[in-house]
């Protein structure tokens, strides 16, 4: 059906790589995974965040991270983590691909408006930050008895 395609010429399809990775080095990476399992440009480390009546918690997959140099925000309901991953390479290597992040970041989050900022618990456990942020009591659901 589609004929020999072990005679497919893949000379043009090289070349059209080497022009993506120029293209990226002159202008910047796209915002866009390069592949399925590819994390966006800025979203390290990934996040989880969850609701329920009583508070929010937000889960970083920063395995690698020293906790003590994380700095953790709250200011007008947004959450600021900012931190940094220092990966240990072997000084005169050639990577050809590196996938684990290395550096500095920051991720923000919007917060609910009901959400304390006084009433805010973080713990590090196995890579993973978990942020617990507590509502206010006045914006949970109460029942109310009818007399």
């Known amino acids: 059906m589609f004929g020999n395609l072990g005679n497919f010429d893949t000379g043009m399809l090289d070349e059209f790589r080497r022009m993506q990775r120029d293209l990226d080095q002159l202008f910047g990476a796209t915002p866009f995974p390069s592949s399925i399992r590819a994390a966006a440009r800025g979203t390290y480390p990934p996040i989880n965040i969850g609701t329920n009546p009583d508070q929010v918690d937000v889960y970083l997959f920063a395995a690698g991270v020293n906790p003590e140099r994380l700095d953790i925000s709250i200011q007008q309901n947004l959450l600021t983590i900012a931190g940094e991953r220092k990966l240990i390479t072997e000084e005169g290597a050639n990577y ?7 550096g500095e970041f920051r991720r923000v989050v919007t917060l609910p408006d009901d959400v304390d ?3 805010v618990e973080a713990t590090y456990s196995d ?7 507590q509502r206010r009591e006045s914006a949970k659901p109460r029942q109310i008895e009818i007399k």
Not at 96 to 102: L, V
Not at 128 to 133: A, F, G, N, T
């Open 117 to 119: 900022p006084d009433k």
């Open 96 to 102: 050809y691909r590196k996938e684990r992040y290395d």
């Open 127 to 133: 890579g993973i930050l978990h942020v617990r942020i």
